[in-house]
């Protein structure tokens, strides 16, 4: 063992011996929990702004809640659109059958928007067609007040509070983890995905192609190495219809063999972090199947939590004075 600093000690697998990950038995989880209470403040932020914005601006009659509720409704149609002419873009049907269910959700989504529009525009009773189309009140959704933007952002900014707050003390299943078996990925889209110890090849930084033609070391990305025949078999059949654009970047060749990464942008955990851990657990359970019973505690990266600091304080307590002062000067 050699000294690293004053006391700390690390074993020959490059974990220090106070963490507690270097205890091979343990489970270790990477959720993306900070990742989400990182972006609380700026849902904060946006509470303050949609509230000033809808106390102060002038509403011209209209209803701002219920206008920002339609204006979210038709934004998420629109997404929800975006998303499924992709996923069928990149499915592999044939051209004529692609042409046709984008036609069809084309014709959905224009109803559904028309529709929408319709019921909240309203229309007097005018005797001609063109009569009908000029009495409705475009206006309300072609040209609305300013405070229904500041409704949309009190949605946004509350929903992200809640459902991050709600995923903080009631924590999903962790994206990937780490046991004495293998590494598991629960990812929505990537269900089941599971690699033993025995099939790992190698544990280390991500490696690329480089413009020069020279392999680029990526030091951002943690990746393990597994063999061709493996990922066809196993890993392949799992990447379907459902898999969001940019998946593929999880998966890079190396040679003859395939580089599965296990870091991401949606987890503030550093790649090292990734990396001592799987190479600890490789090193020791490669050439034997894991046992039950050796299976230890829990450990988890990516968790979020108080840490003391100032600029912590800080984040979470301006907006909480910015609110104070939009509720004192309303």
């Known amino acids: 063992m050699r000294r690293v600093g004053t006391d700390a000690l690390e074993d020959p697998e490059g974990l220090s011996m106070s963490e507690p990950s270097a205890d091979v038995s343990a489970v270790v989880e990477y959720t993306m929990d900070k990742w989400r209470m990182d972006r609380l403040p700026w849902a904060m932020w946006a509470c303050v702004a949609g509230l000033a ?3 102060h601006a002038e509403s011209r009659g209209q209803n701002g809640a219920v206008l920002a509720l339609v204006y979210l409704a038709l934004l998420g149609l629109a997404f929800a659109g975006y ?8 499915s592999g049907l044939p051209l004529l059958l692609e ?8 014709i959905v989504l224009s109803t559904l928007i028309v529709g929408i529009s319709l019921m ?3 229309s007097s009773s005018g005797s001609t067609y063109v009569g009908a189309m000029r009495s409705l009140y475009w206006s309300h959704l072609v040209n609305p007040s300013l405070n229904v933007f500041g409704w949309m952002l009190l949605y946004l900014g509350f929903g992200w509070i809640a459902f991050s707050a709600y995923r903080h003390f009631y924590a999903d299943r962790a994206v990937v983890s780490m046991s004495p078996a293998g590494i598991h990925f629960h990812r929505p889209w990537l269900k089941g995905l599971f690699i033993p110890w025995q099939e790992v090849r190698g544990v ?4 690329v192609p480089g413009i020069s033609g020279v392999p680029y070391v990526s030091p951002y990305a943690a990746a393990v190495t597994v ?7 196993q890993v392949a059949p799992k990447l379907g219809f459902l898999s969001p ?3 593929e970047a999880m998966f890079q060749p190396k040679g003859e063999m395939m580089q599965v990464v296990l870091s991401s942008a949606d987890m503030a955990v550093k790649p090292e972090d990734f990396l001592r851990p799987a190479e600890a657990r490789w090193k020791a359970f490669r050439d034997q199947p894991a046992s039950p019973s050796q299976r230890g505690g829990t ?3 990516g968790r979020w939590s108080i840490d003391g600091s100032r600029w912590q304080a800080v984040q979470f307590l301006a907006p909480l004075v910015g609110l104070a002062v939009v509720m004192l000067y309303r």
């Open 53 to 55: 914005i809808a106390l």
């Open 99 to 106: 042409l046709l269910i984008g036609a069809l959700v084309l």
């Open 120 to 122: 909240v525009g309203g």
């Open 299 to 301: 450990v988890f990266y």
């Open 83 to 90: 998303a499924l002419t992709s996923l069928i873009g990149r």
């Open 245 to 247: 654009p940019g998946a």
């Open 227 to 233: 063999g061709q025949d493996f990922y066809e078999q």
């Open 204 to 207: 280390g930084h991500l490696v």
